[in-house]
T-cell receptor, first 117, second 112 residues
Framework: AQSVTQLGSHVSVSEGALVLLRCNYS??????LFWYVQYPNQGLQLLLK??????LVKGINGFEAEFKKSETSFHLTKPSAHMSDAAEYFCAVTINAGGTSYGKLTFGQGTILTVHP | NAGVMQNPRHLVRRRGQEARLRCSPMKGHSHVYWYRQLPEEGLKFMVY????????ESGMPKERFSAEFPKEGPSILRIQQVVRGDSAAYFC??????????FGQGTRLTVV
């Protein structure tokens, strides 16, 4: 079984500051890792994903994340926060089960990002 | 290429009524997943379907909930005899072979 822990249910940054949202996972087999963003009353939008290969993954809207196996982490970063980044962010994990379980995700509890002017 | 389409966006039901939530996956995706987002509980997997088959329903409540994905038409999540605790946002997702899941806008069910 897999699990995800997002450290910090609320993160607040100033506009232009670094954004760092923390995610640690637990998986008995190599994981596939994802970050999603959810705006109020909206669905989830995929920001980026790690499956195999390069451990530094770039996503949309200037976000990136680095898969660190030794630390079982997949933290999300953005060098400079923008007001439009204010939303809730979810880290999620799944495993490669023969290509049939890519959409069966285990989510963290979410981190609400607030951006101050 | 339209995304995952869910309807209705908002649904109000009285206790004891039935709720039917519909989901059309993205074009070319044949895998559909349903998730429930309860306040303060995050997103939880409910069921995974392919056309005419339930692959994994390990997250479905044992009673009153059912799902189908017929050969033709959208996937349906059905909740019979709704109770207040069923009030939540229900999300459908579809998945390509390359991984990840693409989510719809959700159906927000309110039971009054």
């Amino acid at each position: 079984a897999q699990s995800v822990t997002q450290l910090g249910s609320h993160v607040s940054v100033s506009e232009g500051a670094l954004v760092l949202l923390r995610c640690n996972y637990s998986s008995s087999v190599p994981p596939y890792l994802f970050w999603y963003v959810q705006y109020p009353n909206q669905g989830l939008q995929l920001l980026l994903k790690y499956t195999t290969g390069a451990t530094l993954v770039k996503g949309i809207n200037g976000f990136e994340a680095e898969f660190k196996k030794s630390e079982t982490s997949f933290h999300l970063t953005k060098p400079s926060a923008h007001m439009s980044d204010a939303a809730e962010y979810f880290c999620a994990v799944t495993i490669n089960a023969g290509g049939t379980s890519y959409g069966k995700l285990t989510f963290g509890q979410g981190t609400i990002l607030t951006v101050h002017p | 290429n339209a995304g995952v389409m869910q309807n209705p966006r908002h649904l109000v039901r009285r206790r004891g009524q039935e709720a039917r939530l519909r989901c059309s996956p993205m074009k070319g995706h044949s895998h559909v997943y349903w998730y429930r987002q309860l306040p303060e509980e995050g997103l939880k997997f409910m069921v995974y379907l392919q056309k005419e088959n339930i692959i994994d329903e390990s997250g479905m409540p044992k009673e009153r909930f059912s799902a189908e994905f017929p050969k033709e038409g959208p996937s349906i999540l059905r909740i019979q005899q709704v109770v207040r605790g069923d009030s939540a946002a229900y999300f459908c997702a579809s998945s390509p072979p390359t991984g990840g899941a693409f989510f719809g806008q959700g159906t927000r069910l309110t039971v009054v």
